[in-house]
């Protein structure tokens, strides 16, 4: 799959010590497992001149307080808070100058965030789609970007999760109905 450098967007999706790191609060080994993949085609992607976005999800302590039915603490515990360790990108992924990073309080990054914004004003319209964890974050930021008509796609050996039929079935999900799945070793810039 041949990408424009100048239409494409690589989009690290919450490569956070809270999910990556084994202390974690919400480790997941298979979120550990992708750094190195994502590493490699975060390299080249800024080789070819691509735009590389990461997300962060941060939490408040008291952003679900007044919650009426959403409420991740209630689903996951505290995790990832403002200001915290837990919040920040793994080391190994470290974030460069001209990196762009979305701060994001939901499971979507398009969610109450300038995004969509950020990206029509650049002209980018691809987006390969990368992080953790594939059933949740990465697959409705993959489904928020197919309905605002980005290209979604899922780079499937970059993408963790917490058991392997999650990262099976959103994969298969999101090929389904919104984007599509190719491997790193498959994706040019050019």
Not at 119 to 131: F, K, M, Q, S
Request: proline share 4%; net charge negative.
């Amino acid at each position: 799959m041949r990408l424009e450098p100048d239409r494409t967007a690589v989009v690290v999706v919450d490569m956070q010590n809270g999910f990556c790191h084994p202390e974690g609060s919400l480790y997941a080994p298979g979120s550990e497992t992708v750094i190195e993949p994502i590493g490699e085609l975060v390299e080249r992607a800024r080789e070819a001149g691509v735009q590389v976005i990461f997300t962060r999800d941060v939490h408040p302590p008291e952003q679900f307080d007044d919650a009426h039915y959403y409420d991740e603490f209630e689903q996951w515990g505290e995790h990832v808070l403002e200001d915290s360790w837990e919040a920040e990108i793994v080391d190994e992924l470290a974030v460069e100058d001209d990196d762009y990073v979305v701060q994001k309080h939901t499971y979507d990054a398009f969610y109450n965030t300038e995004l969509e914004g950020w990206l029509t004003a650049r002209g980018i319209h691809d987006l390969v789609i990368c992080g953790t964890l594939a059933n949740v974050c990465v697959l409705h930021t993959g489904g928020s970007a197919g309905v605002r008509d980005f290209r979604p796609i899922m780079i499937d050996d970059c993408i963790g999760a917490i058991e392997d039929e999650h990262h099976e079935y959103a994969l298969e999900h999101a090929d389904w109905l919104f984007g599509e799945v190719e491997s790193s070793e498959n994706i040019t810039f050019a």
